[in-house]
């Protein structure tokens, strides 16, 4: 029952270790896809609110997830086992989260940027080729 819902666990171990390698390059390229559209969307978040005049609080945190998202672009290229990648994304994922909830509590406000961070983290989840206890995870964790 417990490999039913994942993506890199099969029945035997030689099916296994195969479909582990053709998915590799698959999870490699969606967390790098992943990292791009959340720098992105960090980025944009951070020139409207610095232009807005808001605090510090969101100075901060779209620079920290900016960094993060460089770190993960920059790290995805080392990692060559691909549950390592998919705990790595879900971390990413976990952390962005929780980043977004600190800022709109810090702020005392939920924004318009604030709501779309949110929302992007439902888009993101798809790009990553996780199975469904790996989706499932992260959906409950954010």
């Not at 099916?15 to 896809?33: F, K």
């Not at 952390?95 to 993101?124: E, K, N, P, Q």
Request: glycine fraction near 4%.
């Amino acid at each position: 029952m417990k490999k039913l819902f994942s993506a890199t666990e099969f029945a035997r171990d030689e099916v296994t270790s195969y479909a582990r390698q053709l998915i590799l390059p698959e999870t490699r390229a969606g967390l790098c896809w992943l990292a791009i559209l959340l720098l992105a969307l960090q980025s944009g978040i951070y020139f409207l609110e610095y232009r807005a005049g808001r605090g510090d609080a969101y100075f901060n945190t779209f620079c920290l997830l900016s960094l993060l998202s460089i770190h993960m672009i920059w790290s995805v290229r080392y990692v060559k086992d691909t549950p390592t990648l998919q705990y790595l994304a879900m971390t990413y994922l976990i952390m962005y989260a929780t980043a977004i909830v600190l800022v709109a509590h810090r702020a005392g406000h939920f924004d318009i940027a604030l709501m779309a961070s949110a929302v992007m983290l439902f888009v993101a989840v798809p790009l990553m080729p996780w199975g469904l206890k790996e989706a499932a995870a992260v959906a409950i964790l954010i």
